[in-house]
C-alpha cells in the first residue's frame, strides 16, 4: 500500500493563494492516479481534483475551474494543488487521494490525514 501525507495547509486571506503538497511512499507512486479532496464541518466530503499517472489528463470540481491546479511529480513521488484567487468557501481540511483504477470522484484507495485551510474574508 501507500501512504499519504499532505502538507502546505494554513491561513490566507481572500484573494491570495497556497500551494499543497502530498508525498507519498510505499508502492510506485506512477501507477496511482491521484487526487485532492475537501471536507468542511458537517459537511461531506468532495471532489477537487484528480490527476492521470501521467499528469496528461485532469479534472476538477466546477467551484475549483480556472483557480486551482493540479500537477505531480513522479520523480519526487509528490503531487501539488496550486490554489489562487482563494475564497471564504475553500477553507476546508483539504485530503490528498490515491487510487489503482479511479479518476474522479469516486476515487480514494489510499488517503492522507487532511491538512486544514482556512481562507479569511
Known amino acids: 500500500q501507500v501512504q499519504l501525507v499532505e502538507s502546505g495547509g494554513g491561513l490566507v486571506q481572500a484573494g491570495g493563494s497556497m500551494r499543497l503538497s502530498c508525498a507519498a511512499s510505499g508502492r510506485t507512486f506512477s501507477d496511482y492516479y491521484m487526487g485532492w479532496f475537501r471536507q468542511a464541518p458537517g459537511k461531506e466530503r468532495e471532489f477537487v481534483a484528480a490527476?492521470?499517472?501521467?499528469?496528461?489528463?485532469?479534472r476538477y470540481a466546477d467551484s475549483v475551474k480556472g483557480r486551482f491546479t493540479i500537477s505531480r511529480d513522479n520523480a519526487k513521488n509528490t503531487v501539488y494543488l496550486q490554489m489562487n484567487s482563494l475564497k471564504p468557501e475553500d477553507t476546508a481540511v483539504y485530503y490528498c487521494?490515491?487510487?489503482?483504477?479511479?479518476?474522479?470522484?469516486?476515487?480514494?484507495?489510499?488517503w492522507g490525514q487532511g491538512t486544514q485551510v482556512t481562507v479569511s474574508s
Open positions: 487521494a490515491a487510487d489503482l483504477k479511479r479518476l474522479g470522484t469516486r476515487m480514494g484507495d489510499y
Open positions: 490527476i492521470s499517472w501521467s499528469g496528461g489528463i485532469t
